[in-house]
């Protein structure tokens, strides 16, 4: 936080409040005094701990500044050097639950002027979060001689300037009586950590006949009219006519195989409730082709891929009867621009996890695919990872990003929530007839042993 947004801080809230706290020292952390005499933090956690839920609970961005009295008239340098972000995170995950989201900005500025200067002020900004949520201490914090009690389970809110403890009534209705969930939809490709990634769209470049020509001539090299393993020219044209309808066909084949991506819905709940008989519905324009094959079953299955023609027998072989026998080489099946996305490999579900079922219909008057998954149950602070579907984008798509619209819905909630999910694409090396034979060796015929 620079200086500038630390006075309009200051300007904006001008005494204590709901959103805004002050302490002028705070021990947390700190074992040790200035004497050297070790030091109980326990009241001084428990305190703090207090302070953070109850502002937590507010929904709101919330600042605690230390460094500063509670009537806001001395200013004192922070001395507590176990005031930092790292030792707030781990603090707050055994404090408090469920877990807090804040940060801690702990700052001393050169250009600080008056009763600024030259002092260190840490300031925790915490929030927002939603206002369904409940936090609470995790923890008890007691220190019976000074008549400290703070204990696991107790709820906090700001009321006004002061911290206090919240009524059942106000417990009650935070969480909708019964609590609910907070689902949110993650379309992830590929990746382990539930993240969306970037996938990479290869542009597609035509060949060319000159391309064609070089690729039939390079194959047809090792023919020959001619000495021990003649062909005859008839053949030699033959074969090459072939070879050159096969280049087509495999060319489109693997354009057609490298617009298939792999999806793998996640479904997060990060509410106070478990969600219960929930349904996930992800809908695709009508040109997104979507399917619940399993992509690590498509790269097993090489039955679509058109195989090269084989290569015509020699004299020598047809006369030797060995023809039938010979082992012809062909060229090598391994794609270098199959699909994109590497294959999930996605253990059994568990069985309260249902789908994808996959279907045509009409969505807002226009034709779309719907995706749609079910689950039992997602408990709080819990994911639902579905099995993957496949995607299939249509050959015209150029786009970087493609949105898919979803809608969840659980027993608990009372309306349907939506969401617009987008996947991002950047764009990679092209696609051309070139690179797919530029590592594979030209065909030859072998002979056999024996």
């Not at 008549?147 to 389970?153: A, F, T, V």
């Not at 996938?199 to 047809?220: E, N, S, Y």
């Not at 490298?258 to 809908?283: C, F, K, Q, W």
């Not at 195989?307 to 023809?323: C, F, I, R």
Request: charged fraction near 30%; include cysteine; hydrophobic fraction near 35%.
């Amino acid at each position: 936080m620079d200086y500038t947004t630390f006075l309009s801080l200051l300007a904006t809230h001008d005494k204590e409040s709901r959103t805004f706290d002050r302490k002028e020292m705070c021990y947390a952390f700190q074992s040790k005094g200035a004497d050297g005499t070790r030091r109980d933090t326990t009241g001084a956690k428990g305190e703090l701990a207090k302070d953070i839920c109850a502002m937590a609970n507010n929904g709101d961005t919330s600042y605690l500044v230390i460094g500063i009295s509670d009537d806001g008239t001395r200013f004192t340098s922070v001395t507590n050097e176990n005031l930092t972000d790292e030792n707030m995170q781990t603090f707050c995950k055994e404090a408090i639950t469920p877990p807090v989201t804040l940060t801690v900005h702990r700052e001393r500025w050169p250009e600080a002027t008056g009763d600024h200067a030259g002092k260190t002020v840490v300031i925790i900004e915490i929030g927002p979060h939603p206002r369904d949520h409940v936090f609470r201490l995790q923890r008890d914090y007691t220190v019976w001689g000074d008549k400290i009690c703070y204990r696991r389970n107790e709820v906090w809110v700001r009321r006004g300037e002061t911290s206090d403890l919240a009524s059942p009534e106000e417990i009650v209705e935070r969480m909708g009586r019964e609590g609910r969930p907070d689902l949110s939809v993650t379309l992830a490709v590929a990746d382990q950590d539930d993240h969306a990634v970037t996938l990479v769209r290869r542009p597609v470049i035509a060949p060319t006949d000159d391309v064609i020509d070089r690729l039939v001539v390079r194959a047809a090299s090792r023919l020959s009219t001619t000495g021990l393993m003649a062909v005859s020219q008839r053949d030699i044209d033959a074969y090459r006519d072939r070879y050159r309808a096969y280049l087509h066909e495999r060319f489109d084949y693997e354009e057609g195989q490298s617009r298939y991506y792999e999806v793998r819905p996640v479904i997060r709940n990060s509410g106070t409730h478990p969600a219960d008989d929930v349904t996930l519905t992800i809908r695709f324009e009508n040109k997104v082709l979507a399917t619940a094959e399993d992509m690590s079953l498509r790269d097993s299955d090489l039955s679509g891929r058109p195989e090269p023609p084989p290569l015509p027998m020699s004299h020598v072989l047809q006369n030797t009867g060995l023809g039938a026998l010979s082992a012809l080489s062909t060229l090598g099946h391994q794609s270098y621009f199959g699909p994109v996305v590497s294959p999930l490999r996605p253990k059994m579900p568990r069985p309260r996890y249902r789908g994808p079922y996959i279907e045509d219909a009409a969505c807002d008057d226009m034709a779309c695919t719907t995706v749609t998954y079910e689950a039992d149950s997602i408990q709080h602070d819990d994911a639902a990872r579905f099995r993957p579907f496949l995607i299939k984008l249509p050959k015209e798509w150029q786009g970087d990003r493609l949105a898919a619209s979803c809608t969840m819905k659980a027993r608990q909630q009372r309306e349907t929530k939506r969401a617009v999910v987008s996947v991002l694409f950047s764009v990679g090396e092209p696609l051309t007839l070139e690179s797919l034979f530029q590592r594979e060796s030209p065909p030859r015929l072998r002979i056999p042993e024996g």
